[in-house]
T-cell receptor, first 115, second 115 residues
Framework: AQSVTQPDIHITVSEGASLELRCNYSYGATPYLFWYVQSPGQGLQLLLKYFSGDTLVQGIKGFEAEFKRSQSSFNLRKPSVHWSDAAEYFC?????????????FGKGTKLSVIP | NAGVTQTPKFQVLKTGQSMTLQCAQDMNHEYMSWYRQDPGMGLRLIHYSVGAGITDQGEVPNGYNVSRSTTEDFPLRLLSAAPSQTSVYFCATKPLAGRTYNEQFFGPGTRLTVL
């Protein structure tokens, strides 16, 4: 069964500092990987996605992520964090082979930003 | 183009009551699904549908029923609500025809409390 691990439950960074959120996945085939962001009381917004090709993917709001097959990782990065980036971030892998298209999510990393 | 809409936004039920959570989309996506989000658990798939007239169970289907009579609507029914069903419910859609690689689009969510 597929799984996603986000080792950091809560991260605090200063505004303007760089950010890296970790994500490790377990999936038997080529993974379809996603990062979503959720602000308090809101729905999920897609930040970026990886299906194939270039392993460094660019997303919205200045985020990027790098797919590393050898490490089963898909870490999210941003060079300079803004106060508005404070939210919860979810990494997910889609089961593209079984017909359910089930997204398996990590438990999330809550990001706090110090002004 | 409203995307994915969910009603109601908030609902409080008593144990044993029934209700239907509505999900509608205007993007003509074949795939629709329901997730529940619980603190520290990420999101888990309840039921999904790959087209009108076709539904299947996800990871946590017990206590929930679905039907898909049209492409646009995918209601989730709680026949006899239990406190364990207190959660935030998200509907998601995804196009299946055409391009192979497509992300899922989430609605704004319904926050349900069962007393």
């Amino acid at each position: 069964a597929q799984s996603v691990t986000q080792p950091d439950i809560h991260i605090t960074v200063s505004e303007g500092a760089s950010l890296e959120l970790r994500c490790n996945y377990s999936y038997g085939a080529t993974p379809y990987l996603f990062w979503y962001v959720q602000s308090p009381g809101q729905g999920l917004q897609l930040l970026l996605k990886y299906f194939s090709g270039d392993t460094l993917v660019q997303g919205i709001k200045g985020f990027e992520a790098e797919f590393k097959r050898s490490q089963s990782s898909f870490n999210l990065r941003k060079p300079s964090v803004h106060w508005s980036d404070a939210a919860e971030y979810f990494c997910a892998v889609e089961d593209s082979g079984a017909g359910s298209y089930q997204l398996t999510f990590g438990k999330g990393t809550k990001l706090s930003v110090i002004p | 183009n409203a995307g994915v809409t969910q009603t109601p936004k908030f609902q409080v039920l008593k144990t044993g009551q029934s209700m239907t959570l509505q999900c509608a989309q205007d993007m003509n996506h074949e795939y629709m699904s329901w997730y529940r989000q619980d603190p520290g658990m990420g999101l888990r798939l309840i039921h999904y549908s790959v087209g009108a007239g076709i539904t299947d169970q996800g990871e946590v289907p017990n206590g929930y029923n679905v039907s898909r009579s049209t492409t646009e609507d995918f209601p989730l029914r709680l026949l006899s609500a239990a406190p364990s069903q207190t959660s935030v419910y998200f509907c998601a859609t995804k196009p299946l025809a055409g391009r192979t690689y497509n992300e899922q689009f989430f609605g704004p969510g319904t926050r349900l409390t069962v007393l």
